[in-house]
Each structure stands twice: as structure tokens, then as C-alpha cells.
């Protein structure tokens, strides 16, 4: 996978996950782009299209758009598995989470992203590692906050 | 020092978080740019000082912004700073920062290396964890080069939460610094193996992704994949090893045999995943991809199992999703295509079944099984091993039965009569016998019209010179029936001479329309008094007696028969015994033709049958019988047809619009039609469990006892507005209990689809028909619309009755709504109680003193406190809860009797003086007493 991207149905870009080294001033070219192009299809067309020499496969969640770019070679149909495997950690760490909870928590989205996806590659397929990693790295960061709070 | 910290926490107290910043920005929607401005001159306030909580607030709102499409390169150095923070709190934010803001020509990227190093080594796992995500980021040339040993020895980490972020993170390193695979590599193969899955994945991962670009490399893991491939359970990773052999197959063929069985099993649950997806709308394509899937097809086994599975999607729920019969038609006939399938039978009995039922596609399958009547000689290659010839059974019959639609009815009628038919099995001979005196009754109808009566004379000519050949069929019921039309044919032939009319008499012999039948009919019948279905009208069979040929069931859908595995083995010393006894015994008969080797020389003998050329056909270009419509056509018209149909709906909606005039129309809605929208271009008879209406009286007979009431024990979750309410028994024999639930839709949306399941237990099992699982549901045969309520029954088994049970099970159904359906699950349990298994039973006195004395029965007795009710009251209460009758009253005292479905006595003793009641009861079964008497005494602690 190349990259992900979040973005609302009003084209607000909620979440960027880029798994190839772009300057910004690519990686904004490519986000208007595509979100223009995603946002102009309608609801019951294909959700993967051919984009520049990639693939792009997206999955709209309630007003939310889950944007993927893969390669050529890869599969469209996994992909689209990471995606609502995404969804699913999300809903699961959030309880069933709404666009708010991306945008005021964006970084526990991205922290989450990150225990499930590695440089593009899905690193762990089990939903209950990837939320044990995480809710114990959370723990790691309540302890420490309250060993500081003590500590004043 | 402590002053500076907390001043830091009170300067902060007034600092935006996150949050805030979020929050401030959906604020000022209209002056967006310019707030954020004022945020950025404050977070570089907040960067300047130098309480790090003060610097990683900043940065995580810096990251917000960055992909808002702000420029925050400027604060990378900031970003390293937070990076290195011990705590574990701001390290994560600051890593995060950077995979999101730093790329290859970032150079602060340098500064990074020694810090990156040291937090991979850190004993903290998250700390090293975050560490290679941001890392996977971020990584450049100089990165991975200075970094690979580090990330080689993660690799063997004893948490497998870093091993797997490792290996993922070493393919990023390769194409960085593609020096340092060498010496990886043994290290990433010896992962393939690790015990985690997680780890697993992630090598096969990495390991496809580099065998991607350089197969030839990778051939010497083949055996390792191929035991994965075999061993691992997750999709994931299956998906991946595929997809790697599908690189290295064109390198190495031998791979691809071995690929064979693994890759089928995988097709195999595709395919069982493809029934539940089809609708109307995509079930032509998808039946076209199979078809195709056929043809390329190299394994009978694959192949066969393909055609069943095209059968199967089609021919559920009673053809729901099939808009074109016609179409259907054609794809079975072209499925008989296939030579050597073992599916001939399947595909009969679905062109019968088509056939019989759809009545408006009749003249078409006619058609289609004329044509194929006609090619016989091209199905039937190997005439007996050749299951495929099964069709020509159903074509025989429909052409028979629906004569009627024949274009050229003495055509057929010739290809039916043909010499070679004696060559195809006896059942199908029989019926090809049958059907053409059908048919010679259409063609007779036809003639006899005519001023030319030479012609009818000539076809009933044709028949007497072909039947013979069938008469001397090995095959009794081919003999019989031949020899029956061959008569007749001549009696008529007799009266033609003498030119009268025979027509109207001959087919009035097979006058009358054949109606299907439900499958469950026949049980509803009641079996007559005084007849023993069980009972052997003669001696039962004796052993030896070979089951020859038995007359297949061609009504019914599928065939049990062919699941069940057939007992044929006996051992082999067995077989020889038998074999001998067999030879004594026909050695004696002098009615037996013994089979010398003689006769079957003088068959072979037969002048010129070697020398006959062979042709063989060559198959592998699709035979298309002349005709025959391919069923890909139908695809493209079933299109237009959709098309037009939409149109004309369209055209419709516009035209109501228009006479409505409603001031401003609603944007047209161009999209692909429901599933509701595609109508049906044929009906079909639906036949399951209703039965056709004329048939409903004499068939339905229940045996109710209403009495008896099972009790509901209420359902512990309930749908909002939906109950299953009043669920009672009624018994029929020992064994089973009949279960009447009704279901009512208290909610405002339909209801469909629901299944009624029950978790058998050892004791007490929910029927369900015959080839269903044991875990399967039961489909409830009707939906519900909002407000109504309906019955349905099941069945179950007890085996004993002496306990009471409760039995767990769950409704499942659907709700629909106008733009939306769920689906939805109901949890009950259904008590059965021990009281239910009694039917109330009258008994006279003198009986019930009988079996008192006769001493078989065991005692005991319960006493009742503080029951405050009359007498009678009290007696009619036990009669209606439990099923008992009042044997013999006097005064304040009364004997019961009751009796089970097993047939045990219950006999009680009920007594009252006072608010006392005591009950003395006898049984022959001492635990079911107890329990009835538990049970009484439960009623009465209610009241």
C-alpha cells in the first residue's frame, strides 16, 4: 500500500498515512486530486478505479471516505479488507465511532493504524493484538502522566 | 527547578490542547486561515520553552495542521526534541510527528539516527515499537544503512510484537539499502516458521513483496510455502502465498501440479461462498463466469463439482433469483455438454422440474429437448458409463408429455424409435417407450385432419416396426410396456384400415395435465385404521438378493441417496463364498443360461463390427448442436430487456409525475435498479409447503390435543416490538412432541427470512428434514407484515420423558424497512415440562382399582398448604394444567388418572381438609411422578 488517506464527504482530509517518502507539495497535489476524483463518483460504482499507474480502492463509512492506493500488483479485494478491518478497530477502540471521534482523536486513529499497518504491509490480522497493543501502550501513557501529575 | 515545572503546568492550564485547537477551527469556519495563524504564532511560543508536555502539545497540534495542508517543516527540530523525550507519552506524539512530517529530504533526519538506535534498544517494547513505525515512515538511505543491524537483531527479539514490526520494517531497509538483504535473509526465512502468526504473516509478507520483483530467487522456499499454504488457517496469508506462487509456477511448471488439490480446496469455499452472494440481478453473470470456469475446467472431479454448484445457485429457494427461464434452460442444456460428468440425473431432473413448473417456458424446452432427442448420438459417446445420457430421460419425457408444442412431433417421434436408443439404460428406454405413444397420439391428432389418411396409417406403421426391437428387451419393464403400445398400435392400425377415427380415443389415453405434487404431501395423509406400514407384507427379502438398478426418484430435487454412502463393502472371503454358492445353485437350475465364454466370442465375431471407423469427435471445439441457442445470448437480451423495462417504469414515474404537477421535480435517480425492480420474465409453480388448493382438505389431518400445553418459559430477550407467543404441544406418538409457536410482528417493519433453531439436546431433538445439519435452522414458511400473526409447528424428539427440560434456541429474521433491513436475533427457551408429556385419559374405576392392586406402581405424595379454593375448583385446576380426569369423586376426596405418551400411569389420591390438600400419587415411572408432582405443586404456590 502506498498510502491512506481519510477525508468527509465535504473533502476535509481527516486522516494521512503515507507509506512512501513524497515532499508535501506532492502529497497535497495527490490528496486534492484524489479526492476530487472519489468524491465525484456515485455511490453504487465500483469502489476501485485506476488512478495515474496505481489503484486506488476506497469504501465510503457513513460520511466518512476510506481511501487506499496500492500498486498494481496488489489486491484490490484485501485491500479492501484492511480498510474495513480498519473501520472495525476503530469502532471497537472508540465504540461505535463517528467522524468526531477521527477528528478530535486523530492521534489515537493514527496510533491504531500503525499497530495494524506496518510501511504499507498489514503486520497483524488479529483485531484483539492490535487492541491490546494499543490499550496497554495507552496505560503506559496514564501511568506516566500520573506519576508527573504526583510528582508536582 | 520544581518552580519552573510548575509554573510550566499553570502556564499550560491556559494553553489550547488538541482538542481545543479542533475545536477553536470548526469555531471560525469563516475566518479559518486566519485563526490558525494565530494558533501557529502561539505554538511557536509554546515550542520556545522548554517544559516538554508544553513543546509535545505543540507538536501534536502542529501535526493536525500539517495535514490541514499547513507548512510545519520549520518545527522539525522541534519535533526531533520531542522524539527523544524519555516519556514514553511524548516520544509516541513526537514519533508520530515525524512519520507524518519528515520525508527524504528532511535533514534534521541525521540528527535522528543515534536516538532512533538507542529507543530501539530501549527495554520499554513501546518504546521500540513506536520507534520502527515512525521508522517505516520515514526511513532514507543513510537511515537504513546505519540502522539494519539494529532492526536485523529485533528480528530475533523475544517479543513477538517487535519481531513482527521488524521483519515488516526490514523490506522498507531492503529497498533502502538493498546491500544489506544478503545477509537478512536467513534470519527473514527462519521466520516463515516462527511461532507467532503475527510473525508469519509478516515474513510471508515481506518475503512475496520481494519475490515480486525477483521470483527466480525464491524458488528454493517453494516447499516452505507450499506447507504453509497447507498448514495456515489465515486468509491473510493465504491470499499472499497465491499470489507468490502465481509468480513462481511460469518458473518452475512442476509447482503447478502440486498446487492442484490445495488450490481446489480454496476454489471449493469460494464456490459455497458464491451461493449465498447471487441476487437477480448478477446471477446471470456469475452463472456465465462458472460456465466458463466449466469449460476450462481439467478435472472431472472440478468440473462436476463446478455443475453442481451452477445447479445449486440457480435452483435456490425455488428459483428465486431466475428472471429467464429460458436462459436456464439453455445452460442446462449445454451443461449436458460435458462428457463424463456423473451429474446426467441432477441436470434431468432440473429440466423436468423446469419443465413441469414453469409453465410459459414449456414450448421452449420442447424445443430444446426435441433438438437434443434428435443429437442424442452426440451425449451418449460411451453409452453405459456415460451418466450424461440421464438427460436424454428427461427430454424423452418432456417431449412426450408436452407433445403438444412439437414443431415436427413425427420427427421426434422417429429419433425416439431409433435402433440405437436400445443401447441407452433400461429405465430410460422405458420411458422413451412410454413417451412415444405420447407422441403418437399428437401425431395421429394431427393427421387424421388431414384428407391424406395414408400418413397416419404410415406413422402407425413406423411404430410397428420399431417396437419390436424393444420387446425383446432385456429390460422387463421396456419389454412390457412395448409389448402393451406395440398391441394397441396394431389394434389401431386394424380400425385405421377400416378408416375410422381413432385420434380422439388414443389420446384420451393420455389425456389430463400432470400437477406437481408438494414433496411433504403424502405425510399429511392419514395412514387408515387398521394398517401397519411396518408390518412385512411378506417374508422379508433374504440377503443374497442383489439390489439391482433401483427405479430412481426423478421428482425429487436432490438425492439423498447419492450422499449416503453405500454398505457395499463385505469382505472379500464373504464374497467369494457367496460367488460359489451362487454358481452351485445356477449349475442346478436348469432354467439358467450359464454365460460360457463361447457366447461372448460369437459376439465379437460378428463380422465388420472391428472394421466400423471410429470417429472421433473433437472436443475441444465447443460442440454447438444446430438450434440450440447458446446462453450467453440470453445475457444480452436479459439486458435489454431489464432496460426496456426500466424505461417504461421510468416513463411511467414521469408521467405520474407530470399529472401529479408537483411545482418542482425530484432529481431523476439514475441508478442501477433494486432487486425488487427486476420482474420475473416467466412465474413459477411454487411448491414447497403449501399444496395445491384442491388437495387441502383430504390431506391435512392433525392429531390435536390442544390440552396439552407445553409451557412457554418467556423468551428472555424480546425484539422491541415482537413476541412469539403461546407455544403448545401436541402429541401424536411416543416419541414426539409438536410444538406450536405463533409468531406476531409487533413492530412497524416486516419481518422475513426468520429461522427458528433450537440447540438439541442428548434427550429432545428439533426435526429438521432429511439432509439437514443437525445445528441448521428451521425457515419459519411465511414472513410477517407489521401486525399480523401466524402459526407455525415443529416437531421435536424425546426420548424420555421422565425429566423435565428446558431447551435453548434462537429466532433469526430480518427486518426490513423502506431503505433498510437488519438483521436480528431473538434468544428463547422453550420448556418442556413434564406435565406436557401426560394426556388427559379417561379411566374407569374399576380399571384404576386394578392397577392400584397390581402393585407395580411406586408411591409417593406431596401435601399442599394454605390452598384456599372450593374443592371442584381445585380438581378442574389439575385437569386443565395436568391433563388429568377425575376418576371417582366422593365428598373431599377424589382419584385422577392420567397417562403419558409412553404410556406410564399416573394415578392420584387428592384429599383437602382445611387449606390442606394432600395428594397421594402412584406411578410406574417414580422420577416422572416426582416431577409431575413438583409441577402440581408449582401451580398451586402461584395462586
Known amino acids: 500500500m502506498q498510502f491512506m488517506l481519510l477525508f468527509s464527504r465535504q473533502g ?37 478505479l485506476e488512478w495515474r499507474d496505481l489503484k486506488i480502492v476506497y469504501k465510503r ?45 486523530f492521534e489515537k486513529a493514527y496510533f491504531i493504524l500503525d499497530e495494524f499497518v506496518l510501511g504499507g504491509e498489514a503486520q497483524e490480522t488479529s483485531k484483539k493484538n492490535v487492541l491490546k497493543a494499543i490499550e496497554q501502550a495507552d496505560l503506559l501513557q496514564e501511568c506516566m502522566t500520573s506519576i508527573k501529575m504526583n510528582s508536582c | 527547578m520544581a518552580l519552573k515545572i510548575v509554573k510550566g503546568s499553570i502556564d499550560r492550564m491556559f494553553d489550547k490542547n488538541l482538542q481545543d485547537l479542533v475545536r477553536g477551527i470548526r469555531n471560525h469556519k469563516e475566518d479559518e486561515a486566519k485563526y490558525i495563524s494565530t494558533c501557529i504564532d502561539e505554538i511557536k511560543q509554546e515550542l520556545k520553552q522548554d517544559n516538554i508536555a508544553v513543546k509535545a502539545n505543540a507538536v501534536c497540534k502542529l501535526t493536525y495542521l500539517q495535514m490541514l495542508g499547513y507548512d510545519v517543516s520549520w518545527a522539525a527540530f522541534n519535533i526531533v526534541e520531542v522524539m527523544s523525550s524519555s516519556k514514553f507519552t511524548y516520544k509516541r506524539i513526537g514519533y508520530l510527528a515525524a512519520s507524518q512530517c519528515f520525508h527524504e529530504s528532511t535533514d534534521v533526519i541525521m540528527l535522528t539516527t543515534n536516538q532512533i538506535r538507542k529507543d530501539l534498544s530501549s527495554p520499554n517494547q513501546y518504546d521500540t515499537g513506536v520507534a520502527l513505525t515512525g521508522l517505516s515512515c520515514f526511513v532514507t538511505p543513510d537511515l537504513a544503512r546505519d540502522l539494519a543491524n539494529d532492526i536485523m537483531t529485533l528480528m530475533s527479539h523475544t517479543k513477538p510484537y517487535i519481531r513482527k514490526k521488524a521483519v515488516l520494517i526490514m523490506y522498507k531497509v531492503f529497498l533502502k539499502y538493498p546491500e544489506s538483504l544478503r545477509p537478512a535473509f536467513p534470519r527473514l526465512k527462519e521466520k516463515l516458521e516462527d511461532p507467532d502468526p503475527g510473525v508469519q504473516s509478516a515474513a510471508v509478507n515481506v518475503i512475496c513483496e520481494l519475490a515480486r520483483r525477483n521470483p527466480k530467487n525464491y524458488l528454493s522456499l517453494a516447499p516452505l510455502f507450499f506447507k504453509l499454504m497447507t498448514s495456515s488457517t489465515n486468509n491473510w496469508v493465504l491470499i499472499k502465498i497465491i499470489k507468490l506462487f502465481g509468480a513462481l509456477t511460469p518458473l518452475e511448471p512442476r509447482l503447478g501440479k502440486k498446487l492442484i488439490e490445495p488450490l481446489t480446496n480454496l476454489i471449493h469455499r469460494a464456490l459455497d461462498l458464491l451461493y449465498g452472494m447471487v441476487s437477480k440481478k448478477n446471477l446471470m453473470e456469475i452463472v456465465k463466469k462458472l460456465m466458463l470456469h466449466v469449460d476450462k475446467a481439467e478435472g472431472t472431479t472440478y468440473r462436476d463439482e463446478l455443475l453442481t454448484k451452477i445447479i445449486d445457485i440457480c435452483s435456490q429457494s425455488n428459483y428465486q433469483y431466475i428472471t429467464n427461464f429460458e436462459w436456464y434452460i439453455s445452460i442446462l442444456v449445454e451443461l449436458t455438454r460435458l462428457e463424463g460428468t456423473r451429474h ?25 429437448m426435441a433438438t437434443l432427442l434428435d443429437n442424442a448420438h452426440l451425449l451418449t459417446g460411451n453409452m453405459q458409463r456415460n451418466g450424461i445420457c440421464e438427460v436424454l430421460y428427461a427430454a424423452a419425457w418432456i417431449c412426450g408429455e408436452f407433445s403438444e408444442h412439437l414443431e415436427n412431433p413425427i420427427q421426434t417421434l422417429e429419433a425416439m424409435l431409433r435402433p440405437k436408443v436400445a443401447t441407452l439404460p433400461g429405465h430410460i428406454q422405458a420411458v422413451y417407450v412410454q413417451n412415444a405413444a405420447k407422441l403418437f397420439a399428437t401425431v395421429l391428432k394431427g393427421q387424421e385432419g388431414n384428407t391424406d389418411s395414408t400418413a397416419a396409417q404410415e406413422t402407425s406403421q413406423l411404430m410397428i416396426d420399431r417396437l419390436p426391437l424393444f420387446v425383446q428387451s432385456a429390460n422387463l419393464e421396456v419389454q412390457e410396456r412395448a409389448s402393451c403400445i406395440l398391441q394397441l398400435v396394431k389394434y389401431i392400425q386394424k380400425l385405421q384400415q377400416k378408416d375410422v377415427e381413432v385420434a380422439e380415443e388414443v389420446s384420451a389415453l393420455f389425456a389430463g395435465e400432470l400437477n406437481p405434487v408438494a414433496p411433504k404431501a403424502q405425510k399429511k395423509v392419514p395412514v387408515p385404521e387398521g394398517l401397519d406400514l411396518d408390518a412385512w407384507i411378506n417374508e422379508p427379502p433374504s440377503e443374497s438378493e442383489s439390489e439391482d438398478e433401483q427405479p430412481k426418484a426423478i421428482f425429487a430435487k436432490e438425492e439423498p441417496k447419492h450422499s449416503r454412502p453405500r454398505h457395499t463393502e463385505v469382505d472379500e472371503k464373504e464374497l467369494a463364498r457367496r460367488r460359489e454358492a451362487r454358481k452351485q445353485e445356477q449349475a442346478n437350475n436348469p432354467f439358467y443360461i450359464k454365460a460360457s465364454p463361447s457366447s461372448q466370442k460369437v459376439y465379437q465375431d460378428t463380422p465388420g463390427v472391428e472394421h466400423i471407423p471410429v470417429v472421433q469427435i473433437d472436443l475441444s471445439v465447443p460442440l454447438k448442436v444446430p438450434g440450440m441457442p447458446m446462453s450467453d445470448q440470453y445475457v444480452k437480451l436479459e439486458e435489454e430487456r431489464r432496460q426496456k423495462e426500466r424505461a417504461e417504469k421510468k416513463k411511467k414515474e414521469k408521467k405520474k409525475r407530470k399529472e401529479k404537477r408537483s411545482g418542482r421535480g425530484k432529481k431523476q435517480d439514475s441508478g442501477p435498479e433494486s432487486e425488487e425492480d427486476i420482474t420475473p420474465a416467466h412465474m413459477v409453480d411454487i411448491v414447497t409447503e403449501e399444496m395445491p388448493e384442491n388437495a387441502l382438505p383430504i390431506l391435512i389431518l392433525f392429531y390435536f390435543l390442544s390440552v396439552n400445553i407445553l409451557l412457554t418459559e418467556m423468551i428472555a430477550f424480546f425484539w422491541p416490538s415482537f413476541k412469539v407467543c403461546d407455544i403448545q404441544g401436541n402429541l401424536q406418538d411416543g416419541s414426539q412432541v409438536v410444538v406450536s409457536v405463533i ?15 433450537v440447540l438439541d439436546s442428548l434427550n429432545s431433538k428439533l426435526q429438521r ?38 431447551l435453548k434456541g434462537t429466532l433469526t429474521f430480518i427486518v426490513k424497512n423502506e431503505d433498510s433491513s437488519t438483521h436480528e436475533k431473538l434468544d428463547f427457551k422453550l420448556h418442556f415440562t413434564c406435565t406436557s408429556y401426560l394426556i388427559t385419559t379417561p379411566c374407569y374405576s374399576d380399571a384404576f382399582a386394578k392397577l392400584l392392586e397390581s402393585g407395580d406402581l411406586k408411591g409417593s405424595s406431596v401435601r399442599l398448604e394454605g390452598v384456599n379454593m372450593p374443592f371442584h375448583h381445585l380438581l378442574a385446576r389439575i385437569c386443565f394444567h395436568h391433563h388429568f380426569s377425575v376418576v371417582e369423586r366422593i365428598d373431599s376426596c377424589a382419584s385422577m388418572y392420567s ?24 406411578c410406574d415411572e417414580p422420577t416422572l411422578l416426582g416431577n409431575v408432582l413438583d409441577e402440581i405443586k408449582q401451580t398451586f404456590s402461584q395462586c
Open chain 1, 12 to 48: 476535509k482530509l481527516r486522516l494521512q498515512k503515507w507509506y512512501v517518502p513524497l515532499s508535501d507539495k506532492e502529497k497535497k497535489k495527490i490528496t486534492r486530486e484524489l479526492v476530487q476524483t472519489v468524491l465525484a463518483r456515485k455511490p453504487k460504482m465500483c469502489s476501485f
Open chain 1, 61 to 105: 463509512y457513513a460520511s466518512l471516505y476510506f481511501c487506499c492506493a496500492i500498486e498494481d500488483q496488489d489486491n484490490e479485494l484485501i485491500t479492501l479488507e484492511i480498510i474495513h478491518r480498519y473501520v472495525e478497530l476503530l469502532d471497537k477502540y472508540f465504540g461505535s465511532v463517528c467522524e468526531l471521534d477521527i477528528i478530535f482523536n
Open chain 2, 344 to 368: 446426467g440425473h441432477l441436470i434431468a431432473s432440473q429440466m423436468l422440474d423446469v419443465a413441469i413448473r414453469v409453465k410459459a417456458i414449456r414450448a421452449f424446452a420442447v424445443a430444446q
Open chain 2, 743 to 757: 409468531f406476531e410482528n409487533k413492530c412497524d417493519s416486516f419481518l422475513k427470512s426468520m429461522e427458528f433453531n
Open chain 2, 769 to 806: 428434514p432429511e439432509g439437514s445439519g443437525p445445528h441448521d435452522g428451521l425457515t419459519v414458511p411465511f414472513q410477517l407484515p407489521p401486525g399480523v400473526s401466524n402459526e407455525a409447528r415443529f416437531v421435536f424428539t424425546v426420548q424420555s420423558i421422565v425429566m423435565p427440560q428446558k
Open chain 2, 899 to 922: 397417562r403419558s405418551i409412553q404410556g406410564h400411569h399416573v394415578c392420584l389420591l387428592v384429599k383437602t381438609s382445611g387449606q390442606t390438600v394432600s395428594i397421594d400419587a402412584k
